[in-house]
């Protein structure tokens, strides 16, 4: 019976082991992406904004419009689908967005940006998107930046998101 103990308890502490290992591991791959992890805080007419994206960046290459075409529904960074948190009800653009997290999806394009909520948080890119599931949709025009930007970034200044890649500047509004 000893024995016993001994080796269920020794396969527990394996398993703890192997356990914790590979998180930390998970914890050390994201930072080491081509496109590591980053996170946009603010408050926004006293609502707290937190959102987490990865930070691709354009390396020579042409991206909005191009390897990302204007058009079609983007995750809005790289990796795992950006997410989108506050701490209470929003409006977006002047339309109601529910306390809540989201992934944040765009349709970019020349003249205008679709900024898209949806309500499927856990998302590897925009692959298994479904416009279904989204709990809001806005339309803004999208502007030039003062300078190339080469890697994709999103903050949050005051009552907007900015959201800047290469020469291009989306912003959206977001008030208590």
Do not use: H
């Amino acid at each position: 019976m000893k024995k016993q103990i001994t080796l269920c308890l020794l396969l527990i502490g394996m398993f703890c082991t192997v356990t914790l290992l590979a998180q930390e591991k998970e914890k050390d791959d994201k930072s080491k992406r081509p496109s590591p992890p980053a996170k946009a805080e603010g408050l926004s007419d006293g609502a707290k904004v937190v959102i987490d994206y990865s930070t691709p960046s354009a390396k020579g290459r042409k991206m909005l419009g191009g390897i990302e075409p204007f058009g079609n529904v983007w995750r809005t960074g790289a990796n795992e689908a950006t997410t989108f948190e506050v701490d209470k009800d929003v409006k977006i653009e002047g339309k109601e967005l529910p306390k809540g997290k989201y992934s944040l999806f765009t349709i970019p394009g020349e003249n205008e940006w679709t900024i898209i909520f949806n309500k499927t948080v856990e998302q590897w890119g925009a692959y298994d998107y479904k416009q279904g599931d989204d709990a809001l949709r806005v339309t803004v025009k999208p502007g030039k930046t003062d300078k190339f930007v080469e890697t994709f970034t999103i903050s949050v200044e005051g009552n907007k998101v900015l959201l800047r890649w290469e020469n291009t500047q989306v912003a959206f509004s977001v008030n208590g």
